[in-house]
């Protein structure tokens, strides 16, 4: 099955007005922070503390929007939505679900960054 690339390029490139060693630089920042609310995420999850998933979603969600990061801002949304009325579990899937998007889309940046683009 053929997978759409976890970040538009294209976007990514256009919001720091084509310029790529700032775009590397943002995407540096986005790295560290994506892991953190990923694990923040968890740590929430773990507590049943739904503010602080939702509010750690919501903070992810935002930060992948801006980079471009499509489908981490997706699998967030939904994360972020789900806090209101899923169970555990199906909180703990979704949440899966974003940790991966999340490392596809790191994969994607350093595929790229260690290519010179």
């Known amino acids: 099955m053929n997978h759409p690339d976890p970040i538009d390029w294209e976007k ?8 790529p060693d700032l ?3 943002l995407f540096s920042v986005y790295i560290a922070e994506a892991r953190q609310m990923v694990s923040q ?9 739904r503010q602080l998933l939702r509010r750690s979603a919501h903070t992810l969600k935002g930060a992948s929007m801006s980079m471009a990061a499509t489908t981490t ?3 967030s949304e939904l994360l972020e939505q789900g806090c209101e009325g899923m ?3 199906a ?3 979704h949440l899966a679900r974003v940790e ?3 490392e596809q889309a790191i994969e994607a940046i350093e595929n790229r960054m260690s290519a010179g683009n």
């Open 41 to 49: 995420m968890k740590t929430a999850l773990a507590a049943s503390d």
């Open 12 to 19: 990514a490139l256009a919001t720091v007005g084509g310029d």
């Open 91 to 93: 909180l703990a899937e």
């Open 73 to 75: 801002t997706a699998e």
């Open 87 to 89: 169970d555990e579990s």
């Open 100 to 102: 991966v998007a999340v």
């Open 23 to 25: 775009l590397n630089e």
